[in-house]
DNA sequence: ATAGTATGGTTTACGTTATAAACCAAATTA
DNA sequence: TAATTTGGTTTATAACGTAAACCATACTAT
């Protein structure tokens, strides 16, 4: 049994590449409001995505407001197509 | 996003789950061969998994050697298929 | 003006968890 | 009978997830 990516293994990590797999980006307010996370554990795992090269965060603003938008990289996007094929062993699927 | 079972997002016990999914019964040392894990770390997680009520764990003898036979239950059952069903949406499965 | 509150985060401290190392008893082999 | 192997358990540690505390700026009410 292959290894389970463990940057990936996480439950808000995951959350997280998961909606960026399916939108083009996601500002830290909205990712904050699907996943139901905290800002500060958010924070926290936005950074190791990043770290690890999965996504981008551009800190910018709208008006006077800062404003985070997150990307997945092609890398990220990769990564997590890997972790699905894996992950589909442990749950007996296809 | 629904909360991922914390007790099967772990890859060893989930490796585990997944192999007692497929097979009526597998004994200490097989599930140590086939996910390739270290016995100590083997034997916390087939605790964990005993203690919730997942899976069973008969120790017995083979001739005068000892062997613990694990089997899954019910409600082991149960909960690895609820896992799977939420996992699912992280994944962008079906 | 300025005191208070909201927004958009980051940093830090803590408890939990996974994991390996150390250990143990019994059986087998040299 | 000494050493090694087998089949595990217990314990110590490091990494991890998480929330609490914090910070800067903006907005609102007095």
């Known amino acids: 049994m292959k290894e389970?990516?463990?940057?990936?293994?996480?439950?808000?990590?995951?959350?997280?590449?998961?909606?960026l797999m399916n939108v083009e980006e996601a500002d830290f307010v909205y990712l904050k409001e699907k996943t139901e996370s905290t800002a500060g554990n958010l924070s926290v795992q936005i950074d190791k995505l990043t770290t690890a090269g999965y996504i981008t965060a551009?800190?910018?603003f709208v008006?006077?407001?800062?404003r985070t938008v997150c990307r997945i990289t092609?890398?990220?996007?990769?990564?997590?197509?890997?972790y699905?094929?894996?992950l589909k062993d442990y749950l007996n699927l296809q």
Do not use: Y
Not at 4 to 19: G, Y
Not at 63 to 66: A, H
Not at 74 to 82: H, L, N, S
């Open 4 to 19: 389970l990516n463990p940057l990936l293994h996480s439950q808000l990590r995951l959350a997280v590449m998961s909606i």
């Open 58 to 60: 551009e800190k910018g």
């Open 63 to 66: 008006g006077k407001k800062t």
């Open 74 to 82: 092609e890398q990220g996007r990769a990564a997590f197509e890997q």
């Open 84 to 86: 699905v094929e894996v």
